[in-house]
T-cell receptor
Framework: GAGVSQSPSNKVTEKGKDVELRCDPISGHTALYWYRQSLGQGLEFLIYFQGNSAPDKSGLPSDRFSAERTGGSVSTLTIQRTQQEDSAVYLC????????????FGPGTRLTVL | KQEVTQIPAALSVPEGENLVLNCSFTDSAIYNLQWFRQDPGKGLTSLLLIQSSQREQTSGRLNASLDKSSGRSTLYIAASQPGDSATYLCAVDFNTGNQFYFGTGTSLTVIP
């Protein structure tokens, strides 16, 4: 596609449920990033994938959060046993080969945990 | 601790004015710095990327400068237009190559 796409655009869930958020990076981009933007706060780095290398998970806030990237393309961010503090906009970005190149962002998924 | 700060948090100007948005960061050893705009309910749109070896980048009415020694970057917008109204975010890669650290943004309103 022409840009980074994310689905769903909005997700409302009940506390304690699991959710999956999807990101389709720009075709050919080997680097993929997940960020979280909470209300009134800046973007917070969550996880980084680069090719076949082990992902940098240093930003994941707890073990309820996990992410995978299948076939070096699509990525899924999973949040287990969601809490109200998980409510935020989750943004995905990709870049051609990582290493601090320009990042291109998707429109985000707005997650609301009731 | 690596931090990015943007001041002011909000700015309102009349149409046609030139304006400067400020970004400061705590560590001068950076890979690069990127400016984004974010419209309400939307993702981020990349505006300019400045590599650590560069001092400025220009795109149309936008000019971004980088002074690593003082830990500062500015985004200059010439002849502002109502369509420039958005939140402007500064992001810095502190030599990790893996992630950007973001400021909390400056919310710009250009009044017609």
């Amino acid at each position: 596609g022409a840009g980074v796409s994310q689905s769903p655009s909005n997700k409302v869930t009940e506390k304690g449920k699991d959710v999956e958020l999807r990101c389709d990076p720009i075709s050919g981009h080997t680097a993929l990033y997940w960020y979280r933007q909470s209300l009134g706060q800046g973007l917070e780095f969550l996880i980084y994938f680069q090719g076949n290398s082990a992902p940098d998970k240093s930003g994941l806030p707890s073990d309820r959060f996990s992410a995978e990237r299948t076939g070096g393309s699509v990525s899924t961010l999973t949040i287990q046993r969601t809490q109200q503090e998980d409510s935020a906009v989750y943004l995905c970005a990709s870049s051609p080969s990582g290493g601090s190149e320009e990042q291109f962002f998707g429109p985000g998924t707005r997650l609301t945990v009731l | 601790k690596q931090e990015v700060t943007q001041i002011p948090a909000a700015l309102s100007v009349p149409e046609g004015e030139n304006l400067v948005l400020n970004c400061s960061f705590t560590d001068s050893a950076i890979y690069n710095l990127q400016w984004f705009r974010q419209d309400p309910g939307k993702g981020l749109t990349s505006l300019l990327l400045i590599q650590s070896s560069q001092r400025e980048q220009t795109s149309g009415r936008l000019n971004a400068s980088l002074d690593k020694s003082s830990g500062r970057s500015t985004l200059y917008i010439a002849a502002s237009q109502p369509g420039d109204s958005a939140t402007y975010l500064c992001a810095v890669d502190f030599n990790t190559g893996n992630q950007f650290y973001f400021g909390t943004g400056t919310s710009l309103t250009v009044i017609p």
